[in-house]
């Protein structure tokens, strides 16, 4: 079959599609990607076919303009419906309103979706996999009757906070959603209406699917399905179908090499440091006080590993002797041999962490990081440290605590068992094969040209 994945033109967000993107090529299925010209060496970079769409969204100018209003609003702010007190109407109507103008609108706008909507009308895709918040996949699969299914690479809080908001809307808000579907195919009737009048998101994608031809519908948002790598103890209930995809870790489109000094064991306890690759390559805010980080573990009988860039580098006053600094090192290398890991709270270090057994210090400070970081220390697998919280004698405390105490180890150890219960890339293929044999036995478009059998 021919399978279109999508991202907005974002490294973080797109590399945790690479690994199910290389499971369906090594399957015998046509992929291509679709993305900004910005991603095109990242998609290229991973052995993939890279297809760019529009133009470059502009995140940094974003980030520059309207960066702190929006950070602003979501420090420190809860997104678990079930915490009391935190999702009020207030908060969900302005986060709702101030994601889609500042952020879902740009990294989807009007050029990016019609390119992409008329290269889908051209290639015939069967299944679009899109990335969350990449709502053009919604619109290029419904432009083509494909299927088409969203991939989670972090806990679905910006969906469970969606349903918050409708549900405070009142009934008709949720008009358009479609009725009884379920992980093995579309319920008995695909459900078509109008997005409520103070539903900012829907009213766009409304608008925008007009454009097209095409109705509004929930699946705009949510997907037929969604392909999670979350562990179940991190997902949070949303009543709609999903497929569990266990996490392989990808780090994306930097050298991958495994130093001389990775290949000797480490005399003393190892913990690795690290703030992220985003921080580097855009002018989103890290909130880690890298220096005193270092400052934190000076004197600590451990050896550091602080993959840091040369802009982080400039900000320490003192490297402690028993800090190893290096540009880069594959985290799914290095961390296999580490006792801990302290980091700013981003996807993809919190879950390589996760699934290579590894207690964690999480520094999360915003959106579902501050979930991640939560729920790991509830389940006793590492503990939570808020970015502005961060003191020397804060973070030493903690990480004395992670190395000294046994617990986080074995809690660690026991979400490592979960994460790989779940299956492989490879092994939800054929699980993509048939959701896709069905629900395109609903779509409008005839299967033609090279497109191969959705049934394996």
Not at 294 to 310: M, S
Request: net charge negative; with cysteine; charged share 20%.
């Amino acid at each position: 079959m021919r399978v279109l994945l999508t991202s907005f033109a974002l490294d973080a967000h797109f590399n945790g599609s690479v690994p199910l993107a290389w499971a369906l090529r090594a399957a015998g299925h046509e992929v291509r990607v679709a993305s900004q010209p910005a991603l095109t060496g990242s998609i290229t970079a991973a052995g993939l076919t890279a297809v760019p769409v529009g133009a470059d969204p502009g995140l940094d100018a974003m980030v520059k303009g309207v960066g702190d209003s929006v950070l602003s609003h979501h420090a420190d702010q809860s997104l678990d419906p079930d915490t009391p007190g935190q999702l009020t109407p207030a908060f969900l109507k302005g986060w709702d309103t101030m994601m889609t103008a500042t952020f879902f609108a740009l990294v989807n706008d009007d050029p990016m979706v019609d390119e992409l909507v008329a290269f889908a009308r051209d290639w015939q895709p069967d299944l679009v996999l899109w990335e969350p918040f990449t709502f053009a996949g919604a619109v290029a699969a419904k432009a083509t009757g494909a299927a088409h299914a969203r991939v989670l690479s972090f806990p679905d809080m910006f969906l469970s906070m969606r349903q918050a908001f409708l549900a405070q809307l009142g009934p008709g808000a949720t008009v358009g959603a479609t009725g009884g579907a379920t992980a093995d195919g579309p319920g008995p009737a695909d459900g078509q209406g109008s997005a409520h009048p103070e539903d900012a998101l829907g009213q766009w994608l409304q608008w925008t699917l007009a454009r097209h031809g095409l109705p509004f519908d929930e699946e705009a948002v949510t997907g037929q399905w969604s392909v999670d790598q979350v562990p179940r103890s991190f997902r949070p209930p949303s009543g709609l179908p999903a497929v569990p995809m266990r996490y392989v870790p990808y780090n994306g489109p930097v050298p991958a090499v495994v130093p001389d000094w990775l290949r000797v064991p480490p005399t003393r306890p190892r913990v690795c440091v690290t703030l992220g690759l985003t921080a580097r390559t855009s002018e989103f805010p890290n909130a880690v006080p890298v220096d005193l980080v270092l400052k934190a573990i000076e004197g600590l009988d451990i050896e550091v590993v602080a993959t840091l860039g040369a802009e982080e580098r400039a900000l320490l006053t003192h490297v402690p002797d028993n800090v190893r600094l290096v540009d880069h090192v594959p985290l799914h290398a290095l961390l296999p041999t580490c006792a801990a890991v302290v980091h700013h709270g981003g996807a993809g270090t919190w879950s390589t962490a996760l699934v290579e057994g590894v207690p964690q210090i999480a520094m999360g400070w915003i959106w579902d990081a501050i979930e991640r970081a939560r729920r790991q220390q509830e389940l006793g697998a590492g503990l939570h440290l808020p970015s502005h919280e961060v003191t020397v004698e804060g973070l030493r405390g903690r990480l004395v605590r992670l190395l000294e105490e046994p617990s986080f180890t074995q809690a660690a150890a026991r979400l490592r068992a979960e994460a790989e219960s779940d299956p492989t890339p490879a092994e939800v293929v054929p699980v993509l094969e048939r959701l896709t044999a069905q629900h395109r036995a609903h779509g409008r478009r005839r299967l033609g040209g090279t497109s191969r059998s959705c049934v394996s």
